[in-house]
């Protein structure tokens, strides 16, 4: 016999249950206002792109587009990308749409799933979603500051503990040549001490040895020169205001000279939002300056810079700091019948009630009227409404106040303005 196989979740995708979203909706709650306040408007992009837009934006050589980023061809021979991460995009609908006509800054967020091939494990999926924002067409260092300004005070608005912004400047292309000839030749006189990976980025992306993760790497990068040597008086200039912006709105920040990031679109400024919580540190989001980017992909040349929170992170975080996480109960009312008559009541009630806004469900299936306040108890609504023979006799209704035990009667025909009077507002 053959054995039926189930479908099951792609490797590294997962679902997020009803029972997970309050979560997500927690976050959602607190980042998507903050940003709207801060004059960001949201865009929708598209989740599929040209993806030459991914191979020229976040460059061929990175892990991101060499290893990990979901490309087909579909049915018109298109090549197409599922996207990987969110900058690319934003900056194709800044041209595209001729934003640069707009008074400047042009200040965009944006929220959904992103999807990189990578060795799923907790906290790195196949399908991960991110908050990102971007501020276009301006140059003044204070735009950095403000983002990584924003990046912290949402994290720590979430009530997340332990959080530091690790920064680095990676210069320019005057300046960054230099340093990377130097670094290039640091690591061809210790070629023994490094990994193959480290040798092969040494050829092609030597910035990305940096933050190799190897122990043995980073032991043997200790005494490497360092790229803040080596930033061009503009370079120089940029990162020490964005330092001085930083120690003016109290963030606590390190200088990482060690952080390079894994997309090759960065100039200047290149930033993380790290947690630490008992030794582990975890990234929960990164970004930086990208002067480059809109030139590169045929606009005019426009300054900018943005960053993107990883939400699958904060959610982990958030629950691994024990975060209350409030959860309103959209359910205030249960109707249980007795009966057919009542049932058929019930069933009018519920639809004049969900009419008016009320969260209303009954269990029209249950027979008895025991298993039915099981479920009204399980709900943990305050308010249940019982309707048997009798009250259909006298077109009336009994309330039941779930907590005090407390019961009343009241005319069937107020129903929508009787609970309005006893349930909170919103209701
Ligand atoms: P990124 O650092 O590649 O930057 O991703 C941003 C955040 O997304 C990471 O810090 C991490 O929290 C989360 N993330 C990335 N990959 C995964 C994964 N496989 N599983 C779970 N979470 C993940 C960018 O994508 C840039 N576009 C950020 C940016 C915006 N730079 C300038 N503007």
């Given at each position: 016999m053959v054995k039926k196989k189930t479908v099951q979740r792609v490797r590294g995708t997962y679902d997020i249950l009803p029972t997970e979203q309050k979560y997500w909706r927690g976050v959602d709650e607190v980042a998507l206002p903050y940003l709207e306040k801060s004059g960001f408007g949201r865009i929708e992009l598209p989740i599929?792109?040209?993806a030459f837009l991914f191979s020229r934006s976040v460059g061929e050589n990175t892990d991101i587009i060499e290893k990990e980023m979901y490309v087909f061809r579909d049915r018109g021979d298109d090549i197409l990308a599922l996207?990987?991460?969110g900058t690319a995009s934003v900056v194709r609908a800044y041209i595209e749409n001729g934003m640069?006509?707009?008074?400047?800054p042009v200040k965009l967020y944006y929220q959904g799933p992103m999807f990189r091939y990578e060795r799923p494990q907790s906290g790195r999926y196949r399908q991960h979603y991110q908050i990102g924002f971007e501020v276009l067409g301006e140059i003044d260092p204070i735009v950095d500051a403000e983002i990584i300004c924003l990046t912290f005070r949402i994290c720590e608005r979430l009530g997340l503990k332990n959080l530091t912004i690790e920064i680095n400047s990676i210069g320019c292309s005057n300046c960054r040549p230099k340093f990377t000839a130097e670094l290039v030749d640091y690591i061809s006189q210790r070629?023994?001490?490094?990994?193959d990976n480290c040798l092969k980025r040494s050829e092609?992306?030597?910035?990305?040895i940096l933050d190799c993760k190897e122990p043995s790497c980073q032991k043997a990068l200790e005494n490497a020169p360092s790229i803040l040597d080596f930033l061009c008086k503009e370079c120089h200039k940029h990162f020490t205001s964005v330092l001085e912006y930083l120690d003016e709105l109290s963030i606590p920040y390190n200088l990482n000279t060690k952080l390079a990031r894994g997309?090759?679109?960065?100039?200047k400024t290149v930033f993380e939002i790290w947690t630490s919580q008992e030794g582990a540190q975890s990234s929960l989001g990164g970004g930086g300056r990208y002067d480059n980017l809109v030139a590169l992909l045929g606009g005019k040349k426009t300054p900018a810079c943005g960053c993107a929170l990883g939400l699958d992170r904060l959610v982990l975080e958030i629950k691994k700091q024990n975060i209350e996480v409030a959860q309103e109960n959209p359910i205030q009312v249960f109707i249980a019948f007795l009966g057919d008559k009542a049932k058929i009541k019930s069933l009018k009630i519920i639809n004049e009630c969900r009419k008016a806004g009320i969260g209303i469900i009954g269990s029209?299936?249950?027979?008895t009227l025991k298993s039915q306040l099981k479920t009204a108890d399980k709900l943990a609504v305050p308010i249940t409404l019982i309707l048997g023979e009798k009250e259909i006799i006298d077109k009336t209704v009994l309330i039941r106040?779930?907590?005090?035990g407390a019961q009343e009667v009241i005319e069937v025909k107020n129903i929508v303005k009787e609970l309005k009077k006893r349930l909170p507002k919103g209701n």
């Open positions: 599929i792109e040209d996207r990987p991460e640069h006509s707009l008074p400047q070629k023994e001490l490094f990994c092609k992306n030597p910035l990305r997309l090759d679109y960065y100039t029209l299936t249950q027979k106040h779930m907590e005090e």
